[in-house]
């Protein structure tokens, strides 16, 4: 797996694939429910920051039969943003693609980012006259 993480590393940069070799970093954010009902443990988390990485990531992983679990702002109810405990699956946290890319007024559309925080949406919209 270690080709796998040194791959990560290339598209995504150092900073932004986490593992647990690093005993400074705490990946349990990213390894449990927002409740705190569901524990995995992730081979690692990797945080692209565009459409491109993701499809990178994707496809680092598809060849080396690498799991993935998406992850937005892991605020879902029903577990499914949490690795499983076998420590082999690949956190691909959208956190990092927080943009909001436009309001349309005329169509009353928004274009955001995966990783946006909804409440950032809604006080962007809001700001626009709008309710989301």
């Keep these: 797996m270690s080709a796998l993480?040194?791959?990560?590393?290339?598209?995504?940069?150092?900073?932004?694939?986490?593992?647990h070799d690093d005993p400074s970093t705490d990946l349990s954010a990213w390894e449990r429910d927002w409740r705190k009902?569901?524990?995995g443990r992730a081979l690692a988390v990797v945080r692209p920051a565009n459409?491109?990485?993701v499809a990178a990531v994707v496809k680092a992983c598809a060849n080396t039969f690498?799991?993935?679990v998406p992850q937005g702002g892991n605020t879902g109810l029903v577990v499914g943003s949490v690795p499983d405990a076998?420590?082999?699956q690949v956190v691909l946290s959208l956190?990092?693609?927080n943009q909001i890319r436009s309001v349309d007024?005329?169509?009353?559309t928004v274009i955001a980012e995966a990783g946006c925080i909804l409440q950032n949406v809604q006080e962007h919209v809001d700001r626009a006259g709008f309710l989301f």
């Design 105 to 108: 007024a005329a169509n009353l």
């Design 37 to 39: 009902r569901a524990q």
């Design 66 to 68: 690498t799991s993935i």
């Design 5 to 19: 993480i040194e791959n990560l590393r290339r598209i995504c940069g150092d900073a932004n694939v986490l593992t």
């Design 51 to 53: 459409v491109q990485e």
């Design 95 to 97: 956190q990092r693609m």
């Design 86 to 88: 076998s420590g082999q």
